[in-house]
């Protein structure tokens, strides 16, 4: 369900007309990153966006077009209402840094540290920022376009345990 | 009455603690996951959920692979109900390329993901029993299992990979043998369905271990993005079907199930009850199944055309080779959408970003398990090591999707 005119007029009135698009019926606005955590409490609390469906990231690296390396994305939904909108913030190298939402949702808490597991973007205030799915040793962030499908042999580098040291 | 409740220690206060490694390899967890719990005795006191023993890197397989292709990788992500993730795939594929499937094609996915959401709660629920002690109720639960896998094999040719769906449409149609099983299937379930009642429901030793277990209330469930029967089992009234109807679903009645308990039990009962509430959707949605092509058009070039337009159709031919072919298919815009369905577990949806070529050049997957359990060390904390297993089993957590 796309978002409401109110939710839109309100997300235009802040960031001007051009930062909000809609398409397939989807509302998409980009949002700045120092403007990230009080629209995000703004939408919770006066528009009761009270689900984060979704956290994620793309690397534009080799997208036709792009400015910006990444957009953070978040998916919110309201669950009374059914309105749905998602938030972006765009985000590039070196600063790589954003605000937590864990103070907002719990549920932000795993999806951010997926994030910055596959992606190295670090979410400034979450609880436990560890790596989730590779291991703590992998130095590398495997969903960056810049990393070849078939890996660049960190297997191969972690050092082999024998049975005496286990 | 849980323990739970009773008193709740604490980890600073306790000065003697055991470390347990659950898992990867343990027969409870059923695929491998592990998680490390701090003990009192046989009180849990906190659980340190370790993932990432499966990873496979699904989403960077997405972006090699082109939109007909993947849904071969989206069939192992859940595999107990592989076709509700195909559904869910290409339902996002056609929303990026704005195709409006056939009305037949809409009623066909709606009772494939149906049936994929049977087998799911039946997997789930089984699973759970057998790991309460009910093994009767797994045995149940596994036979009917059979039966979609039967069906699912004269569909498409595949027990457990069906990889069914298609960019605007689906592998195969309907035979009529397919339609004379899947009534039958809907004439011998409903005696199944009440047996599993009756052997669980009110059995004693189930219903000790699984009430006031686990408890999730209705605010954290939304707090913590719980979705599916786990949030329904706490009062959550979200369902996709009927909140944001996608295919042909707003054509059917159908209940949504809820409960207020948000226990282990709660979470066992709503997934018996969708299977009741699947039954009467795929009951309309085979009866009134509309005739027509399963496809779009030829002329749209976006799906691959039967083998009957290749040989005997000169359009078909160059559509089959046009799409067939590397860089030759459909374009799709530069765009990105987020598309979500519910499938058997909770909302499952996925973030496609196309850029122009016949691969997504971003394929995300917002797995529901994933986000389930995240829950788990909340959900634990306090009750008894036996309860682990029962706490697992309601999350119904798939090691695949959790690990990507």
Known sequence: ???????????????????????????????????????????????????????????????????????????????????????????????????????????ANWLEREVYDMFGIEFVGHPDLRRILMPEEFTSFPLRKDYPMQGRGERHNFPVLTRNQA | MSIASLEKPTADKQDYLWTLNFGPQHPATHTTLRIVLKLDGERVIDAMPDIGYLHSGFEKLGEHLDYNQYVTITDRMNYISPVANGVAWHGAVEKLLGIEITNRCKYIRVIVAELARISDHLLSTGAMGLDTGAFTFFLYAFYQREVIYDIFETLSGQRFHPSYTRVGGLSQDFTPLVIEKIRTFLKTFPATLDDMDRLLNRNRIYVDRTKGVGILTKEEATN????????????????????????????????????????????????????????????????????????????ERKTLPNKKQVYSTIEGTITHFELVMLNRGFTVPNEEVYSAIESPNGELGFYVAGDGSDVPYRARCRPPSYI????????????????VVAVLGSLNIIAAELDR
């Not at chain 1, 960031?15 to 809609?22: D, H, L, R």
């Not at chain 1, 528009?47 to 997208?63: A, G, H, I, M, Q």
């Not at chain 2, 389930?372 to 309860?387: E, M």
Request: hydrophobic share 40%; glycine share 4%; aromatic share 10%.
């Open chain 2, 224 to 299: 913590w993005s719980a979705t599916g029967p786990v949030a329904r089992a706490s009062g959550v009234t979200r369902d996709l079907r009927k909140d944001e109807p996608y295919l042909a679903y707003a054509d059917f009645d159908f209940n949504v199930c809820c409960m207020k308990a948000g226990d282990c039990f709660a979470r066992y009962y709503v997934r018996l009850a969708e299977m009741r509430e699947s039954l009467k959707i795929i009951t309309q949605a085979i009866e009134n199944l509309p005739a027509g092509p399963i496809n779009v058009g030829v002329d």
């Open chain 1, 1 to 107: 369900m796309p978002a409401t005119t109110e939710t839109i007029a309100a997300m235009e009135s802040r960031f001007g007309k051009e930062k909000v698009t809609t398409f397939r019926d989807q509302t998409r606005v980009v949002v700045p990153r120092d403007e990230l955590l009080p629209t995000m409490r703004m939408l919770k609390e006066a528009r009761s966006f009270d689900l984060l469906v979704e956290v994620t990231c793309v690397d534009y690296l080799k997208f036709r077009d792009a400015t910006d390396r990444f957009g953070l994305v978040y998916c919110l939904a309201n669950t009374t209402t059914n309105e749905r909108l998602t938030v972006r913030v765009m985000l590039n190298e070196p600063d790589l840094k954003v605000e937590s939402m864990c103070a907002l949702w719990n549920g």
């Open chain 2, 372 to 387: 389930h359990f995240s829950l788990f060390p909340k959900l634990i904390r306090g009750h008894t090591l036996s309860d």
